[in-house]
């Protein structure tokens, strides 16, 4: 069964900063990688999604990046901001369309 | 706003009560789907639905009932729940669910916080 792990589980950084956040994933047989933010106690947001063909995406100050054949992605968010405080997820899409997702990353960007 | 609604957006209920969630997408998607969020625990997958068929059921207990009446709507009725049951249970939706596809992005409600006394 896919395992996906997400370290650190917790990172406060100063505002400004860029940083990495990292995904790793047992099973390199994906279809496709997502990234979510989420709020305390709210749904999810859908940042990015990498699709097993691609090497990386971007949007804005967010980087995504995927090498599948060693089961890691990271997200690299430039020049961090308060708002960015949140908890983000990574999850791996298997070929039977199922989401398995990490435990996030609780981010505090620090005034 | 995803286009996914959820609610209530908070329950609380004791063990013995009977009470039901509700899912509703307005983005003309085929497929619907609940999860169960646990503190310090991953997602977990709870049911599919594809065309209001349930395509997948996660060994998830009996006192969770799923219902999809139609394709823009999704219950989940609780019945003689546990304190553990409690968590954040989110639905997400897609535009279809069709294995090995690679463009069924999921999009997520806000999610019903429950608590089991």
Redesign the interface.
Known sequence: KQE?TQIPAALSVPEGENLVLNCSFTDSAI??L?W?RQDP??????LL?I??SQREQTSGRLNASLDKSSGRSTLYIAASQPGDSATY?C?V?D?????????GTRLTVIP | E?G?T?TPRHLVMGMTNKKSLKCEQHLGHNAMYWYKQSA????E?MFVYSLEERV?NNSVPSRFSPECPNSSHLFLHLHTLQPEDSA?Y?C?SSQD??????Y????????T?LTVL
Do not use: C, D, H
């Not at chain 1, 106690?41 to 859908?46: A, E």
């Open positions: 996906v279809y496709n997502q979510f106690g709210k749904g999810l947001t859908s999604l699709q097993s997820l999850a899409k070929g039977a369309n199922n989401l398995f997702f990490g435990t | 995803t996914v959820q310090k625990k991953p997602l997958l997948e954040l989110l997400a669910w069709a294995s090995g596809s690679t069924n992005e999921q999009f997520f409600g806000p999610g916080r």
